[in-house]
Structure formats: C-alpha cells, structure tokens
C-alpha cells in the first residue's frame, strides 16, 4: 500500500503525475507547463482552501517560472525542491523533469517541504555575508549557489533571487554558515 498524501502536489506535466503516482497516492494539478492560466491558479487557490499544496515543479528555469506565480497567488503553499542532478534524464539531451526523479529523490523531496515566511518574518542574511561566501560573485558563485539551492532544499536560483530565497524559507545565518561547509567541501 502506497503511502497517501495529503495534500494536493502542482506538477507541470502528465509525465510528473504518473511518476509521483508511481511512489505514492497523490492528487496532482498539473499547470501544463509555464503558462499557468487563471482557471489552473484558481484550483490550486482552491486546493489550497480544502487539503493544501505542495509545489513540485521541475529544478529548471520553467519550474522557477512557476513556482513564482504560484508563490504571488498562493504565499502559504509548501514548496518540495528537487536537486538539478537528481532531475536529470538518462538520455545525454534530456531536460531535467520531477519524472526523471528517483523514488527515493522523490520520497526525500516530499518528506522535507518547506513554506515560504510571510514578509514581515523574513531573517536577512546580509547581501555582503553573500559575497563572503562567494556566492554573488566570482569564478564559481553559479556553483556554489547550485550546492547551497542542493543542500538547503531551497531549489536554485541566481544571485539577485538568492537574498530573497534565503529570507522566505527562513535560513539563519547558523544554516546558511553550515550549508556552506558542506559546500566548500563538495567544491
């Protein structure tokens, strides 16, 4: 028996529903790619309302996309965060999709969702605690903020996105100092 849950998951495509329903029991809304329309943002608001929503887009610019708008019109859905790597298809060209996910990336995804702070419980990391980190600026920010958006479960983004990503999912100054050891070791 598959473990059910509760909540509803946003998915981009079929191919994202019959993979989580492959691991689990879940109800999906699939936005049918990145020009989510009103109707598809009115049944997550309303899914919202009755059961919640997990936003389980793809760790690629189309699943940002998504996730953003969803993020505007929905601020208290929990958001799960598949790493790039664990995305990838088997094929060399193949996009990086929630299908390609293994059940345990998936299991592991969903098991440690997080829901964005409202605005006025944001902790700031400071913009220059960010370029002591090297993760704004030189050689390897892009992949620094790869390891970190990997290692926090907060996705990737890039270095204008990153302050604000930081302060919605409430990393501290103590996680993100953490996270960045596991970084620079994985360098």
């Known amino acids: 028996m598959k473990e059910k849950v509760e909540e509803i998951i946003v998915v981009e495509g079929k191919e994202d529903t019959r993979r989580l329903q492959e691991v689990l029991s879940v109800d999906t809304i699939e936005t049918i790619g990145s020009a989510i329309n009103e109707e598809i943002i009115e049944r997550i608001i309303h899914a919202q309302e009755r059961r919640g929503v997990i936003v389980f887009t793809d760790p690629d610019y189309s699943g940002e996309k998504i996730r953003k708008i969803i993020m505007e019109e929905v601020p208290d859905a929990k958001h799960a965060f598949l790493p790039r790597h664990q995305a990838r298809g088997k094929k060399k060209y193949a ?17 440690q ?75």
């Open 95 to 111: 996009s990086l999709g929630v299908e390609h996910a293994s059940d345990e990336a998936i299991l592991t995804a969903l098991e």
């Open 113 to 187: 969702v997080v829901t964005p702070a409202v605005e006025n419980d944001l902790a700031k990391i400071s913009r220059q605690t960010l370029l002591n980190y090297g993760l704004i600026y030189g050689s390897q920010a892009k992949r620094r903020r790869e390891l970190l958006g990997d290692e926090l479960r907060i996705g990737y983004t890039n270095g204008k996105q990153l302050e604000k990503r930081l302060a919605m999912f409430r990393i501290t100054p103590e996680a993100l100092e953490k996270a960045m050891g596991h970084v620079e070791e994985n360098l």
